[in-house]
Each structure stands twice: as C-alpha cells, then as structure tokens.
C-alpha cells in the first residue's frame, strides 16, 4: 500500500536549520509530487510548498522563500524539506503528502491524498 | 487568521446529520476545486472529499461535499462517534499562489 514515512522527531536551537525526510512506498516515485504541510501546535493547516519527483520543480509559499528548500532522491524514493533560520515560531509538526502530476505538472484538483505521520519540529533555546 | 473561513466547533448526537461550511473569495474557492480534510484526534489530516463532491475510495458515502459560489459545505449523514475530529477545508489561491486551508472545524459527537 501506498506510505509516506517521515524521520523522526527534532529538536533545534533558535537560527539553527533542520532537515525532514519522507520516505515513499508502494507507487512510482516520479509519478507524483510532494506538498509540505506544517501544523502548529493548537493551530491550522499551513501549506509550505511541494516539489515534483517527475522534474524537480518547485513551488514555495512566499512566505517561506529563501528559508526553505525542498528536495528529492529518486533512488531512495525520497523527499526532503530543509528549514533554515529556525525561530520559536516554527515550532510544529511537519507533514509531507503526496499530490497527483498530470502532463508533467503538478495539479490542485485532486487534493493531497496520502500524508506522513508527521515530524515535530521544536524550536527552543 | 485563516483564508479561508470555518465556524470553530460543530455538534451533533449519533445517526444525525451535520454540515460545516467554508467560506472564501473569488480568488479560491470560486477559481479552484475544494478538498476537505479529517484530522483525528493525534493523528495526520486524511483526504476526505476532493474536487468539490469526490470522495477517495475506502471514504464513506455518509460523507458529502458541494460548492457554489465562494462557498463550500461539507455534510456528514448518520454521524457516528469515530466521526469526532477536526474538518479542514483547503482551496488553491490564485492570487496568493498557495494552497489556502480553513482554520478547522471541530466535531463533537454528543
């Protein structure tokens, strides 16, 4: 069956970086993207970015451009999301999901259908 | 402040039907399909409706959705206890050029 399998939990200083992997099962690794989603604690949904496993494309929210990259190993099957210039309000847990490509583009219609078990990120001095 | 808007808490008692709604502008859910999401006390947000009204496989039809206009609403019929979670709803933006999500919903199952 299809997983995602995120690393484990993080616990960083201020201005420190941090690096959450998501290891994929069970599909063709390049036939999707991935979306970063983090959550803080008590809070919403707050949507990072996604990267394509078919061309390496990225998309990142504005507000976190510049701070954050988002990568792929297609031999492993695995992405990555790198957060630099950590702050105490970066503290949450992390998502990875996985988003359908359609003609090499990664598409919104069909939602993010299959998520990791989340990696808690804190941030404390 | 979210986005996109969702009243906090919603109630309901075993086999009744209950709607959560979402509201948003012409830049979202007007433009864009709408997914809904349940988020399970502790546990990941999982797809529950996408493209306005489908449900992935293995969801229950209990569980509905609908959009029109710059709204979106999310009913769940025979409402049962497993059903008490967190409903996000999520619409990409065209202007703000990212994925946008409701502040959530809270279901208690009376």
């Known amino acids: 069956q299809v997983q995602l399998v995120q690393s484990g939990a993080e616990v960083k200083k201020p201005g420190a970086s941090v690096k959450v992997s998501c290891k994929t099962s069970?599909?063709?690794?390049?036939?999707?993207?991935i979306s970063w989603v983090r959550q803080a604690p008590g809070q919403g949904l707050e949507w990072m970015g996604w990267?394509?496993?078919?061309?390496?494309?990225?998309k990142y929210a504005q507000k976190f451009q510049g701070r954050v990259t988002m990568t792929t190993d297609t031999s492993t099957s695995t992405a990555y999301m790198e957060l630099r210039s950590l702050r105490s309000d970066d503290t949450a847990m992390y998502y990875c999901?996985?988003?359908?490509?359609?003609?090499?583009?990664?598409?919104?219609?069909?939602?993010?259908?299959?998520w990791g078990q989340g990696t808690t990120v804190t941030v404390s001095s | 402040q979210s986005v996109l808007t969702q009243p906090p808490s919603a109630s309901g008692t075993p086999g009744q039907r209950v709607t959560f709604s979402c509201s948003g502008s012409?830049?979202?859910?007007?433009?864009?399909?709408v997914n809904w999401y349940q988020q399970l006390p502790g546990t990941a947000p999982k797809l529950l409706i996408y493209?306005?009204?489908q449900r992935p496989s293995g969801v229950p039809d209990r569980f509905s959705g609908s959009k029109s206009g710059t709204s979106a609403s999310l009913a769940i019929s025979g409402l049962q206890s497993e059903d008490e979670a967190d409903y996000f709803c999520?619409?990409?933006?065209?202007?703000?050029?990212?994925?946008?999500f409701g502040g959530g919903t809270k279901l208690t199952v009376l």
């Open positions: 999901a996985r988003v359908p490509i359609i003609r090499g583009v990664i598409t919104v219609f069909y939602g993010m259908d299959v």
């Open positions: 069970g599909y063709t690794f390049n036939s999707y993207g």
């Open positions: 990267i394509s496993a078919y061309n390496g494309d990225t």
């Open positions: 012409s830049s979202n859910i007007r433009r864009n399909t």
């Open positions: 493209s306005n009204n």
């Open positions: 999520a619409a990409w933006d065209d202007s703000l050029n990212v994925w946008v």
